[in-house]
């Protein structure tokens, strides 16, 4: 049935090519009022209908993606109205399926031509004066005339597109327009369903923008979810297709004439013979001083303990070390993990009682001892090391303990500290410099849950001591400083930066490591460093969030520095992290930013500062990140980590601050300006006025401006060594 069959409503759809902005944005309803309905009152339009809910169904077979999209919108006005639709349809893309629902009745469109549709969305954007309908001008734009929207009613709209996804050296790449038009529409709840299936194993299935979860059936099937309320971002996913033993996967981005950015990440193959997985030596640190005996610590820990020695494979090798006043060992050498030496340890920290001092440095030299006899086998060497408390007894001095443990030839220490009264500083050294991780137990947690998770997490390590050779590409600053190594289900996430004088097509990576005691190497060929690359934008303030961790971490353990403060306050500016050097205020809408401090800022009028918002939490201070021991102090030692070792940054909410096109903007005197903007710079400037002929004109010749026009009437950015500003037309 047509709809121009259906006297009620009137349909019709266009596909609009405009040559702008590459990113795509959420489809969105621009209402107006109903020219069908003359004896009507004209109510107050908001500038889009706001959208109940989104529902994505994508499935990506070989490559090949449809996607399914559900979008329900929402009348709140009393009025009857008309409305145009706008929806980004990515890149050689094509529509599929179209449906507007008016009942039960399901009516399909006329195409219009693109000369008409250009020139309703120029009109739309010169009325509304709204910016944020910049971003929907991408590449290609699907436009549609939508009429009745009845008064307090929901308006379903359906649409299916295909497309074929680029594979760059083994990795695809997928995205759906979620979050670009958030100034344009309120959007409630989003739900994401992606089916892949591939012929290839699925590896590094990672999504920098959305928190993600994945079931898989089998190595070439997975299925990835995701859910979330409120004000979204653009949903992007990557996965790389490999049937190597290591599965690589590279992104960049790159800005003309600046360093680029990368992120590495390399996963395991599934399907891991008995054989194949490396023998690891292995010995558990227990503090039983007797403040373990508070709150059931002791049973947890006890538990704990239990499972990780359970666990351990034939082929491993052990031991126990429990320590209070003095320090007791299950052995005093490490055991054959088989079933009697497993039996004995049982037995052994069954009978482990919390009473005595905490003496640290000799449960950790004794663990030394044990675990450099094993330093020519090639094992993967791990000492897990679980306390409650500070050094009381022995050697206190903190740098006198680190200086000893630091004698464990290459052996990895895993620390975990329980409660509040620890020395974070101490533990978060022991575990950096020897390559672990640190990590705590506070009171609210289940310590047995925590540390089996672990013990199960490292049971089957497949690839120690590993190096990466990216054959002459020029990197530096590359987190993690000290690559972990590879367990079954693990995943290793490299992000630093790069730089080459050439573009760098055919890189060939090297990843060496020792398996079973001897060592191996991974070739990987045809890996791209490329010179200029506008995709994968969100890199650089992913790796500035792990380069701030990793500084807030030397001000924590080693003392504050002037370079380690003045880097912290450029990052956090430059790309809109807070820290305890760099703090902003989320104030009202349409107000300013009222400056960046060395300290934390006050908040008049009970307004937070960060993403938080009204009410949230203070920003941390300078002192508080210099704590050693306490809540304080454990939070903070937990954010370092979190940031060392983040995947994902999240979209700010504060009113004062946007991302866009990867660059951060901060409200200024009423302009959004770019943050690598300083007061004196003698560039060349190009002023326009908003929604002018030449404005349009700027944005044909330099889509990437797009993106950041959208923030508003009145913008000032850098681009390819130009200052661009936008005035308002009423200026």
């Not at 403040?291 to 820990?301: G, L, N, P």
């Not at 923030?711 to 661009?724: C, M, P, Q």
């Amino acid at each position: 049935m047509k709809a121009t069959n259906i006297r009620p409503l009137l349909l019709s759809v266009s596909m609009l090519f405009l040559i702008a902005a590459s990113a795509a944005a959420q489809g969105v309803i621009v209402p107006g009022p109903c020219r069908r309905c003359p004896d009507q009152p004209r109510p107050a339009l908001p500038r889009s209908l706001p959208i109940k809910s989104i529902k994505i169904d994508t499935k990506i077979v070989s490559q090949v993606a449809t996607t399914h999209i559900e979008q329900i919108f929402r009348n709140d006005t009393d009025a009857t109205l008309e409305g145009t639709y706008f929806f980004p349809i990515p890149e050689q893309a094509s529509i599929t399926e179209f449906a507007i629902w008016d009942g039960d009745r399901r009516l399909v469109g006329e195409v219009r031509t693109r000369e008409e549709a250009r020139r309703i969305y120029d009109e739309i954007v010169r009325r509304q004066r709204d910016p944020g309908l910049l971003e929907y001008a991408g590449k290609d734009l699907f436009q549609a005339s939508i009429f009745p929207i009845p008064p307090h009613a929901d308006k379903k709209l359906e649409i299916s597109y295909s497309q074929i996804l680029r594979a760059e050296s083994g990795t695809v790449a997928y995205r759906y327009p979620l979050g670009t038009g958030r100034q344009m529409a309120q959007i409630g709840s989003v739900s994401g369903r992606i089916e892949l299936e591939s012929k290839d194993p699925l590896r590094n299935i990672y999504s920098p923008t959305h928190a993600i979860e994945v079931k898989r059936n089998g190595t070439g099937r997975a299925l990835v979810t995701f859910e979330n309320q409120g004000e979204p971002q653009d949903f992007q996913m990557f996965y790389a297709l490999s049937r190597e033993d290591f599965g690589v996967t590279l992104l960049t981005h790159r800005e003309p004439g600046k360093d680029g950015y990368f992120l590495l990440m390399v996963s395991p193959k599934d399907d891991w013979s008995e054989r194949e997985y490396a023998a690891k030596d292995i010995v558990f640190v227990l503090d039983t001083s007797g403040s373990m005996a508070d709150a059931s610590k002791m049973e947890k820990a006890r538990a704990a303990l239990l499972y990780g020695i359970k666990i351990l494979r034939p082929a491993d090798r052990f031991n126990v070390i429990s320590f209070a006043g003095e320090e007791h060992l299950l052995a005093n050498e490490l055991i054959n993990a088989d079933e009697n030496g497993r039996t004995r340890a049982l037995r052994f920290v069954e009978a482990l009682k919390p009473v005595g001092s905490t003496n640290i440095d000799a449960a950790l030299t004794a663990a030394r001892e044990q675990i450099s006899r094993s330093a020519n086998l090639g094992h993967p060497r791990m000492i897990v090391f679980l306390t409650d408390g500070l050094p009381t007894v022995g050697t206190t001095n903190i740098e006198q303990i680190l200086a000893n443990a630091n004698k464990t030839d290459g052996a990895r220490i895993f620390p975990f500290g329980v409660g509040y009264d620890v020395n974070t500083s101490l533990l978060d050294r022991l575990a950096s410099q020897s390559g672990g991780v640190a990590d705590y137990i506070e009171p609210k947690e289940d310590l047995e849950v925590k540390v089996s998770n672990f013990f199960s997490r490292i049971s089957y390590p497949v690839l120690s001591d590993l190096r990466l050779d990216m054959a002459g590409v020029e990197t530096d600053l590359s987190y993690p400083r000290t690559m972990p190594d590879l367990f079954r289900g693990s995943q290793l996430t490299i992000i630093g930066r790069y730089r080459n004088p050439i573009d760098m097509n055919f890189v060939r990576l090297t990843l060496t490591g020792k398996s079973g005691g001897s060592e191996r190497k991974f070739y990987y060929n045809n890996l791209h460093f490329a010179l200029t690359e506008e995709a994968n934008d969100f890199l650089p303030r992913l790796w500035a969030t792990r380069r701030v961790g990793w500084l807030m971490e030397q001000v924590r353990t080693n003392g504050e520095q002037q370079e380690l403060r003045d880097e912290i306050v450029d990052l956090g500016t430059r790309y809109g992290i807070v820290t305890p050097y760099t703090s902003y205020l989320a104030v009202e809408q349409n107000a300013s930013v009222l400056g960046f401090t060395s300290a934390t800022v006050s908040r008049p009028n009970g307004f937070g500062s960060g993403r938080g918002g009204l009410n949230a939490p203070p920003p941390p201070s300078v002192a508080d990140a210099k704590a050693v021991t306490g809540n304080i102090a454990v939070q903070q030692s937990k954010k370092a980590r979190a940031q060392q070792e983040v995947m994902r940054v999240d979209k700010d909410e504060s009113s004062a601050i946007r991302i866009a096109g990867g660059k951060t903007f901060y409200l200024r005197d009423g302009v959004w300006t770019d943050a690598d903007f300083k007061a004196g710079m003698t560039l060349p400037q190009t002023v326009v006025k908003f929604g002018s002929d030449e404005y349009f004109a700027l944005l044909k010749q330099k889509p990437r401006l797009a993106a950041f026009f959208s923030l508003g009437e009145k913008v000032l950015v850098i681009l390819d060594g130009t200052v661009y500003r936008v005035d308002s037309a009423g200026n």
